[in-house]
């Protein structure tokens, strides 16, 4: 199974701050399978990225994914109030569907 | 707009059965791969099973292979997710999801709860 590892596993950052999530994969996956997920508390995970960089439609422009290879990063340009919660990495390349562990994203 | 809503969740013994199913809504079903994806209290996500548009492939996570079984009707728009044999580590909250034809899944359920506990 391709493992993915996220860094950090959670952060403290203040609104309006330029946050970056990092998931590395256990081996190479194309761009096309790399999807980026945001859950908050007591509700459903929510696509926000596919094909590493492709905003799902409705997701702020604020959000942007990149990578290649083994190494995949979400950046949020500047933090707001509704991005606070859990946000996953997932490779779709080869069954089964792995997320990464999660990093929680909490207001300093 | 696209509904996805999950039932047959509830409190079983170890050793159990549980039949969970997604009612879906507001688009093509029978033109979508769909999925099953846990999260334990606490925990992170853990992707379960997969089928695809026609019923005839499904893949499993190790954890679940040879105790659940994901079927699907597409006349009544619907999926479903047998869980045999129930441990402890089964617990927690079961989402069903869309696949989209980008490889991800865009729409998910808003989850149902299991709980394996004697």
């Known amino acids: 199974d391709i493992q993915m590892t996220q860094s950090p596993s959670s952060l403290s950052a203040s609104f309006g701050d330029r946050v970056n999530i990092i998931c590395r994969a256990s081996?190479?996956?194309?761009?096309?399978?790399v999807n980026w997920f945001h859950q908050k508390a007591g509700e459903a995970p929510k696509l926000l990225v596919y094909?590493?960089?492709t905003l799902h439609k409705g997701v702020p422009s604020r959000f942007s994914g990149s990578g290649s290879g083994t190494e995949f990063t979400l950046t949020i340009s500047a933090l707001q109030p509704e991005d606070l919660g859990v946000f996953y990495c997932?490779?779709?390349?080869?069954?089964?569907?792995?997320f990464g562990q999660g990093t929680n994203v909490e207001v300093k | 707009e696209v509904q996805l809503v999950e039932s047959g969740g509830g409190l079983v013994h170890p050793g159990g059965s549980l039949r969970l199913s997604c009612a879906t809504s507001?688009?093509?079903?029978?033109?979508?791969?769909m999925h099953w994806v846990r999260q334990a209290p606490g925990k992170g996500l853990e992707w379960v099973s997969r089928?695809?548009?026609?019923?005839?492939?499904?893949t499993y996570a190790k954890s679940v292979e040879g105790r659940f079984t994901i079927s699907r009707d597409n006349a009544r728009n619907t999926v479903e997710l047998q869980m045999n044999g129930l441990r402890g580590e089964d617990t927690g909250i079961y989402y069903c999801?869309?696949?989209?034809?980008?490889?991800?899944?865009?729409?998910w359920g808003q989850g149902i709860p299991v709980i394996v506990s004697s």
């Open positions: 999801a869309r696949e989209s034809v980008y490889r991800s899944t865009d729409h």
């Open positions: 089928i695809n548009n026609e019923g005839t492939a499904a």
């Open positions: 997932q490779q779709s390349f080869t069954p089964p569907w792995t």
């Open positions: 081996q190479t996956i194309t761009t096309r399978h």
């Open positions: 094909y590493t960089s």
């Open positions: 507001g688009f093509t079903f029978n033109l979508y791969w």
